[in-house]
């Protein structure tokens, strides 16, 4: 069973532009999460969706956002990037929402110049 | 609220050292407890779990009891190898909030010298 996917892995933008980033979950995967990694706040919640659905969001302004599409698949958006937004972004899939176990995508590394 | 408190990094050791890593977490109810392990330029990957007091989780040699009495997952192995350098997380889960959210720790950096 292939594992979450993230893409791009690698992004450079430049501040004040917008970003997209996917994660596609492992297949039967209904609940994505996404965390932000940086070496000064370490890991961090962002939201989670589940069937469509945003179920919890973390403390975060509003220029991240993110959806989920009918297929499981996830989005997450960031508008108007600051410096402050460079990290590693991680997505994690789950079967359900009362699971133990969260699956990891080895990131996508957004670097904002 | 939920947080996890590991201890600084990072931390060296020789090949065959024993390895303990400090985890304390301050939670309502009775959070599920996880260490998840970091490779360089990875993901996170589930290393063990625990989901509820006295519980031991175990995987790969390395070893964890959730204490409810103490608040604290130690992770542990025996005898560590070149190939356990990585960075370690401690992170807890409610299960009451209905929610995937995971609160992890700041990570420990583990380097093993052959």
């Known amino acids: 069973k292939a594992g979450v996917t993230q893409t791009p892995r690698y992004l450079i933008k430049t501040r004040g532009q917008q970003v997209t980033l996917s994660c596609s979950p492992i297949?039967?995967?209904?609940?994505v999460s996404w965390y932000q990694q940086t070496p000064g706040q370490g890991l961090q919640f962002l939201f989670e969706?589940?069937?469509?659905?945003?179920?919890n969001k973390g403390n975060f302004p509003g220029r991240f956002s993110g959806r989920q599409f009918s297929n499981s698949r996830s989005e997450m958006n960031v508008s108007t990037l600051e410096l402050g937004d460079s990290a590693l972004y991680l997505c994690?899939?789950?079967?359900?929402?009362?699971?133990?176990?969260?699956?990891f995508g080895p990131g996508t590394r957004l670097t904002v110049t | 609220g939920n947080s996890v408190t590991q201890m600084e990094g990072p931390v060296t050791l020789s090949e065959e050292a024993f390895l303990t890593i400090n985890c304390t977490y301050t939670a309502t109810g009775y959070p599920s407890l996880f260490w998840y392990v970091q490779y360089p330029g990875e993901g996170l990957q589930l290393l063990l779990k625990a989901t509820k007091a006295d519980d031991k989780g175990s995987n790969k040699g390395f070893e964890a009891t959730y204490r409810k009495e103490t608040t604290s997952f130690h992770l542990e192995k025996g005898s560590v190898q070149v190939s356990d350098s990585a960075v370690y997380f401690c992170?807890?889960?409610?299960?009451?909030?209905?929610?995937?959210?995971?609160?992890f720790g700041k990570g420990t950096k583990l380097t093993v010298n052959p």
């Open positions: 969706y589940f069937s469509e659905t945003q179920r």
């Open positions: 297949s039967g995967h209904r609940s």
């Open positions: 994690a899939s789950s079967p359900t929402t009362t699971s133990y176990e969260q699956y």
């Open positions: 992170a807890l889960r409610d299960p009451q909030g209905g929610s995937e959210k995971l609160v």
